[in-house]
């Protein structure tokens, strides 16, 4: 069984940077490509990052383009979502999620995996 764990979230500044981290266990990481989702309090679950299985390939949401930076380190079995200059807007609880087709989705149906989430809260 796979499981995702999340770490790194908190509470920052307007204008601030927070790195988030997703390690994953019981399953073949390297094969994988993993997302980042994120959820504020009465919305939907959104679709923030993803990268392919080899790291060669990333998709971002146009809300987080040129301030969030998704990676991943194979040996380590780790996914991280570095988040800079941010926006209260980017308030909510951020999930990784795991995704076995190798297909960079943004909808969170197509994955398979998801850790518990990790608490991201930006203040003005």
């Known amino acids: 069984q796979v499981q995702l764990v999340e770490s790194g979230g908190g509470l920052v500044q307007a204008g601030g940077s927070l790195r988030l981290s997703c390690t994953a266990s019981?399953?073949?990481?390297?094969?994988?490509?993993m997302g980042w989702f994120r959820q504020a309090p009465g919305k939907e679950r959104e679709f923030v990052a993803a990268?392919?299985?080899?790291?060669?390939?990333?998709y971002y949401a146009d809300s987080v383009k040129g301030r969030f930076t998704i990676s991943r380190d194979n040996a380590k079995n780790t996914v991280y979502l570095q988040m800079n200059s941010l926006k209260p807007e980017d308030t909510a609880v951020y999930y990784c999620?795991?995704?076995?087709?190798?297909?960079?989705?943004?909808?969170?149906?197509?994955?398979?995996?998801w850790g518990q989430g990790t608490q991201v809260t930006v203040s003005s």
């Open positions: 999620a795991g995704d076995r087709s190798r297909a960079l989705y943004v909808n969170a149906r197509m994955y398979d995996y």
């Open positions: 990268i392919n299985w080899g790291g060669s390939s990333t």
């Open positions: 019981g399953g073949t990481f390297s094969s994988y490509t």
